[in-house]
Each structure stands twice: as C-alpha cells, then as structure tokens.
C-alpha cells in the first residue's frame, strides 16, 4: 500500500469515498491500449500525413471496433488492450495511474516513425473534458518497444537486395530499464459511475507528417545485380504505439 502514500490529501479523501472506508487491497496493475497512426498518401517519393487527425487509446474494449484507435474494421484481441468496455476499468476496478508509457511497436515503418514522432501531441482526459499535456510520444519513455533500428519498407534496398534498408529508430529511453514517465502526482482512474471513471489517451497529428525524400521509394524491376523492388502503398505503411498505464488497483475486501 505504500503507493497510496503519495497521493495528495484530496485524492485520498476522495478514494476513501469511493470505498466507502471499507478495509482495501491494492495490486499492482499495467492497462494497456494500442493505437495506429497510417501514411495516407504517397506523393513525391514521400509517404504524407495531413494534420489534424487523432487517435485515441482506452477507447475501445476487447472484442469491440479499433476504428477510434486508428485500425478501422479491426476487432481488439487481448493482444491490443485488457480493458473491457471503452474508456472504464476492468470488473469497476479503481485504478491508481503512477505513471504512463508508449512502446513502438516492431512492425511499424521506422522511416515513418521517426518523422511522425515531433509532429505528434499527447494528452491525458479524463471524463471527455479535462486534458492533461504530455508533449510529444518520446518524452514519454518506453517500457518496451522498438530499440536500436528497424526495417523500414517504405525504403528502397540497394540495388542488389529485396529486403529494404535498416534505419535507426528513436528510442525514448533503454526499453529493458524498465522507464516509464512518472506522474507528478498519481491520477485515479475511478470505478463506473464515478467521477473520473472515463479515462483515454489523446494522440493527435499537429504538423503535417512526410518521410525523408531522400530515402528513395521508387519501383524498380529486376536486371543484372538489381534486386526488383515494389513500394509499399500508403496504407501498408504505419507506426503502432502501445500506451501503457503504470499503476495499481485499490478495491474493497471482498466480504463472505
């Protein structure tokens, strides 16, 4: 229990109501939800992305559409998110949030990651209306992901290879440390029908997004020491990020 220990004396006051000064346990818990961000044209040997667009993590369930997360006509797997019902804890869990994490996932376009990183905002609303800032993704630190470099298909191979170029990756932080951005004060993520029981993560494109034109993506056919290669469309070229909640559950004793 000693994470309850830094919460400030309103949040304590309001937990204590939530449980109804009930004898609490609390566990440690990790929520996490993935979310896409998808080139939409190529132009120029550019892969582009206008601004303006959003994604939205915590906004759907298992089973249900990932459209608000950027993956439209995908239904979410255990393997995109563990909440339930969009927005709201698992099973009216109340959620102490210590910390927030995004983790690049390995099939994203590193050549499209690397350039959608400084366009990107992130923010934190609670209840559809209040918004925390975050910044950008990389400052909020990994916990996991991408490290070092990637693959990056949106990248014509040298002339004699198939298999596009690696390009180095951002990395917010030594993934296998562990990192994540630690809240300055801890956030309570209430139970159904609570205050602040809806909880989701805002992504969205500030700037216009391009990949280097130099990074050539030009077609070309097979020939003597020339591998063929075939650009990937748009829609082939993405960047997933995995937003992971730090924290703990704090929940009544069950009685018998």
Sequence with gaps: ??????????????????????????????????????????????????????????????????NSAGLANVNATASDTNILTPSQTISGEIVLVQGISLMYLAQSDANFLKQLDQSVSVKIKTNGTTEYKMGIPSMLPACGGLFGSSEAWSVAPS????????????????????????????????????????????????????????????????????????????AQVWADIMVVLIGCTVNPLSSY
């Excluded at 919460?7 to 304590?12: D, G, I, T």
């Excluded at 990395?171 to 801890?186: A, K, R, V």
């Excluded at 391009?210 to 290669?229: C, E, K, L």
């Design 159 to 234: 002339l004699p290879d198939q298999l596009s170029r690696s390009v180095g990756v951002i990395t917010n932080g030594i993934p296998h440390s562990s990192n994540f951005y630690p809240l300055p004060e801890p956030m309570v993520w209430a139970s159904s029908g609570q205050g602040d029981s809806a909880f989701n993560v805002e992504l969205k494109v500030e700037q216009p997004v391009a990949t280097i034109a130099q990074f050539s993506s030009v077609a070309r056919v097979a020939g003597a020491g020339v591998a063929p290669y075939t650009p990937p469309t748009a």
């Design 1 to 66: 229990m000693s994470k309850l220990s830094n919460l400030s004396y309103a949040q304590k006051k309001h937990l204590i109501a939530m449980v109804r000064a009930k004898q609490t346990q609390s566990k440690w818990n990790a929520y996490y939800s993935r979310v896409r961000f998808t080139a939409a044209s190529l132009a120029a040997d550019q892969y582009l992305l206008p601004a303006g667009g959003y994604v939205t993590a915590f906004s759907y369930g298992i089973g249900s559409p990932m």
